[in-house]
């Protein structure tokens, strides 16, 4: 019998999500509080379908979307499902909402997961009947080009859900990162966020032009990122590997580790400093055109990196 999953949310995420599941086999159920959102739903999807088959993402089109189906109530979208992936706005009040009515209405057995990208999973279920089977499973936007799901769980997450999200996640093509513990801002923001920082720094001192720090991402550190981490490229960067690595350089990075930049970086201040340095057009229809020229360009990368054995 397949396996049914319900995406709860049917914004952009929980269309990633449905393609996703849709494309591995899952029968999908999708529901949102929005009737128009849920109206245009199918629409949404059979274009984000398009855009995948010309990408060469997707070969079953057809299939994939006769395997989703719209659901009126949140109730129905759950019934008789394995799976939820919820994908509601980032407040803790509206989770915790969503997430006694999925506790309520979803089988016994389903494993409950959040999209949520900022909110740790204790602060939403602490209170649920079956609360062992939830977690978060946060992916990165777009999912559906961007692999990496993390995995947290809250202190009394069971080992069985971390489990069955785990393999379901790798089931259909993601890259599940599993957590230990709670992490305000999980794995990914944390990183990104100190890197974030000093760059916003070194921009608000003049350090260096915003083409010049994205170039050095871009051009420089970013390309070796693409096929390995952080902490693989530091074990290449040494003839012994990562402890010689730390000899050689550990003095200097624990150096500039002693002035890290202030939380001040990420003010409104900040921000409007380095943004007329950098004119742009940020006009909603430009911004859409130049996410739909990242889109394209991850598309082309991911199916490369898809295609690549070695």
Not at 116 to 132: C, D, K, Y
Not at 224 to 242: S, Y
């Given at each position: ?231 693989e490229t530091i ?72 295609s690549d054995t070695?």
């Amino acid at each position: 019998m397949t396996e049914t999953i319900a995406i709860i949310g049917a914004g952009l995420i929980g269309r990633s999500w449905s393609v996703l599941f849709a494309r591995a086999g899952y029968d999908v159920q999708v529901w949102d509080v929005d009737p128009a959102v849920l109206e245009r739903f199918p629409r949404d999807l059979a274009t984000l379908c398009d855009t995948l088959q010309a990408e060469e993402l997707l070969e079953d089109r057809a299939g994939t979307l006769a395997r989703v189906r719209t659901c009126p109530t949140l109730e129905e979208a759950v019934t008789g499902v394995n799976f939820v992936q919820e994908n509601g706005p980032e407040r803790i009040e509206v989770k915790e909402a969503l997430f006694a009515r999925l506790d309520a209405a979803a089988p016994p057995e389903a494993v409950l997961a959040s999209s949520t990208s900022a909110i740790v999973p204790s602060r939403f279920t602490e209170g649920l009947n079956h609360r062992g089977r939830c977690l978060v499973g946060h992916p990165v936007n777009p999912p559906h080009l961007v692999p990496v799901v993390e995995l947290c769980p809250a202190p009394w997450t069971t080992a069985e859900t971390m489990d069955r999200a785990e393999a379901i996640y790798t089931r259909i093509g993601q890259v599940p990162v599993r957590m230990s513990a709670e992490r305000d801002g999980f794995v990914l923001n944390r990183l990104q966020g100190a890197l974030l920082a000093e760059a916003l720094r070194l921009l608000g001192e003049g350090v260096v032009s915003v083409e010049g720090l994205d170039a050095t991402i871009k051009d420089g550190l970013g390309l070796r990122w693409t096929l390995m981490g952080p902490i693989e490229t530091i074990d290449l960067n040494a003839p012994g590997g990562l402890i010689d690595y730390a000899t050689r350089y550990g003095p200097f990075f624990a150096g500039l580790a002693e002035t890290p930049p202030g939380p001040e970086v990420f003010s409104v201040e900040t921000a409007e400093k380095i943004a007329a340095t950098w004119p742009q057009d940020r006009s909603p229809d430009s911004i859409r055109a130049r996410q739909d020229r990242r889109d394209r360009r991850l598309a082309s990368l991911r199916r490369h990196l898809m295609s690549d054995t070695d």
